[in-house]
């Protein structure tokens, strides 16, 4: 049975922990919010590159891209995010489920011959990405980027995967990660990077006006130039939405320890007191004892 010494000192360590776990509950919450501003910047520029990609697909020119190269898929590259660092309860589990799904999924598709590379960005993830022995299934490094990149890694990595696409080293390209939604959801997403679909645009829900343009210097030179534009605009969305779902699991994994906590130093502040009372008690029918052995 633990004295009073122990319990106190167990409910000052239990003190600290939750005075750490609300610091790192804190300092998560600042930095989700600013992804999530970041997020909110984006999109803008996201929606008028999709709205542009829309209006053009809507006119009567005709469009022809390596990018939209539809072949069939012999090599397909899985790009999965996740985190570098720990402490944000399971998020990274739950995303390495759904990249195996996927890659169950791919294989029903393409068939066994098909080879699927797994490229993780994140430390965490690459990690448990390392660890996957599949048949047909190999890894590749995500060289030059982590789960915080942005700007001109994330624009180096994409022309990366394009340049890839364009070699033929890969025949299709996908993404798997956390879609922000609220710091309280999250919702886990599969999207296709390579070939660009031209139902992505549709997809996007840009209702395009039936309005005249005129098309300065032509249509088909414009999306040449829009369309890695539109590329560039996905993943940086992909990358700032793993942010912001990052740090908002890591706010509410630092929410769930500090109640933890709370609850525990509760409990224990409870044993103390009734320990302490039950010494009291014990010293006083001592003090009785020996006052009517007199």
Request: hydrophobic content about 45%.
């Amino acid at each position: 049975m633990a004295t009073l010494r122990e319990l106190k000192g167990r409910i000052g360590s239990v003190a600290s922990s939750e005075k750490i776990t609300g610091a790192m509950k804190m300092i998560s919450s600042a930095k989700m919010h600013k992804a999530e501003q970041a997020l909110r910047q984006l999109r803008p520029f996201r929606d008028q590159v999709e709205t542009i990609m829309a209006n053009l697909a809507d006119s009567d020119a005709t469009f022809a891209s390596p990018l939209m190269e539809e072949r069939p898929v012999q090599r397909a590259i899985i790009v999965v995010w996740g985190s570098d660092d720990g402490l944000c309860g399971a998020y990274n589990v739950n995303i390495f489920k759904q990249l195996l799904q996927r890659i169950a999924d791919l294989r029903q598709e393409l068939g066994q011959g098909a080879r699927i590379t797994v490229c993780a960005v994140g430390a965490k993830m690459a990690k448990a990405c390392g660890k996957i022995s599949l048949p047909g299934v190999d890894t590749m490094s995500a060289e030059g980027v982590d789960s915080k990149s942005a700007d001109t890694k994330v624009r180096d990595f994409i022309w990366r995967l394009r340049d890839m696409f364009l070699r033929g080293e890969a025949d299709r390209v996908e993404a798997v990660y956390m879609s922000f939604k609220s710091i309280s959801r999250q919702r886990l997403e599969t999207a296709q990077l390579l070939p660009v679909s031209a139902s992505a645009f549709s997809e996007a829900g840009k209702e395009v006006q039936a309005r005249p343009y005129l098309f300065e210097p032509s249509p088909a030179a414009i999306f040449d130039k829009i369309l890695p534009m539109y590329l560039l605009a996905l993943m940086q969305d992909i990358f700032t939405e793993n942010r912001a779902s990052e740090q908002a699991a890591r706010v509410m994994a630092m929410q769930s320890a500090n109640d933890n906590a709370k609850k525990l130093r509760e409990q224990l502040n409870l044993e103390f007191n009734k320990l302490r009372q039950a010494a009291i008690t014990t010293e006083l029918l001592d003090i009785l004892g020996g006052q009517v052995r007199d």
